[in-house]
């Protein structure tokens, strides 16, 4: 722990990144790791990667130049939610202002310094207007056993020549906090590729490693890499992540058999939350639990063959967006089932660009999914309307148009 604080010149301000832990009860939780670089001059200024992160935690401090941009850069092991799992908190300071006060910190980014156009790395390095940021984030520990892991982000080709935004390979057998960022065309289809080759034999080998995979501030996927040859990943290698706002049935699935689905909905702050949550005044983000949601087809059985569902994610960030694209078969029922009581706002879902509206909410004691808010797709999506299920009864739309303005608001 640095405990003196440095004396800075004229040109330079004081930064602060403090790793707290209030009390002992959580002395040991996951190891973090850190980068605080300039890109504009290529120089890291400080790095740690798999630190320990015991009580009381520790408390960085160094003087950068002011008129500058610098970034911080921090990831973990899943996320801790200080509500849940024991009071940790991120607090990072640059002069006496306060960048990032977090208590489920998972991985984050952060631009400071004179240097940066509106604290954005996007006004800073990028063409606002005609483009937004990708940014990759990976925080993985070196296994000898592991095979070579790479990434790319490519757009979807629609000709035969393939636009390459991004390829890399992450170190072998090494500890690594892996953060790309991209600047890449506004109105785009993309596909982000990550993992080990298709045709690795090696075995007895599991990556749990934590990665985030987000676009224009909204996340795409997060979680664990679960990939490996053994039981329990049931032999995944490797994943596509789809995102972009300018996917659609033709650019990315077979129109034959598939149709497009997508899904956006933004998680809102408790409105409880310093009723509930021990040693803060505030909330971060929500463990997955807390409104759960699942999209399955008709023939999907395990909960692991979904095509998604909130334990996916590790935790959801409040006032943070997250999104799903996926092709799925167009001769086959799916359906979207969501708490009906949740703190997701602006909650829509989409079939080949057409949205889909039609609800049913679940309030009959004796349904089976009562208490959850359904909706159709695939061969069952149904039309662009508003219904509720009520004890086998069907509500008027006004009746229930009212309701989802309650409950997803």
Partial sequence: MNTATPVCNDDEELFQLQFIKKSQRSSWSAPVSYRIFTESTNVTHHECIMCPNNFPGDHIQMCLPRDECHTLMVGRMGRWIGCYHGSEELLVRWGDQTLLRDNAYHFESIDFGDGCQEDSYIDSYCDSEDEILFEFFLDRRGDSRYPLFSYDLTEVATSENKIVHLEDEAPVNEDVL???????????????????????????????????????????????????????????????????????????CNTTTEDLFEMEFTVATPKDDKEWCEDYDYVSALDSSE?????????????????????????????????????????????????????????????????????????????????????????????????????GVMASALTVLSLLLNTFR
């Avoid at 065309?185 to 987000?214: A, K, Q, V």
Wanted: aromatic share 14%; glycine share 8%; proline share 3%.
């Fill in 178 to 252: 892996i953060y790309e960022r991209k600047c890449v065309p506004r109105i785009s289809c993309l596909e982000f590729h990550m993992g080990y080759p298709s045709n690795t034999t090696s075995t007895d080998w599991y990556d749990h490693s934590s990665y985030s995979i987000r676009l224009d501030g909204v996340t795409y996927s997060e979680g664990n890499l679960m990939m490996g040859l053994e039981l329990f990943t049931k032999d995944k290698l490797n994943q596509t992540t789809s995102l972009g706002n300018n996917c659609t049935v033709e650019n990315m």
């Fill in 291 to 391: 409104f759960p949601f699942w999209f399955k087809g008709q023939n999907q059985n395990n909960n692991a063959d979904n095509y998604v569902r909130s334990s996916s994610y590790e935790g959801f960030k409040v006032n943070r967006t997250y999104a799903f694209i996926s092709c799925i078969p167009n001769n086959e029922c799916a359906e979207v089932y969501f708490k009906t009581e949740n703190p997701v706002t602006n909650y829509k879902i989409f079939q080949n660009g057409e949205e889909l509206t039609e609800r049913f909410v679940h309030t009959a004691e004796d349904d089976y999914n009562w208490g959850l808010t359904t909706t159709g797709a695939g061969a069952c999506s149904g039309a662009a309307t508003l219904s509720l299920v009520q004890g």
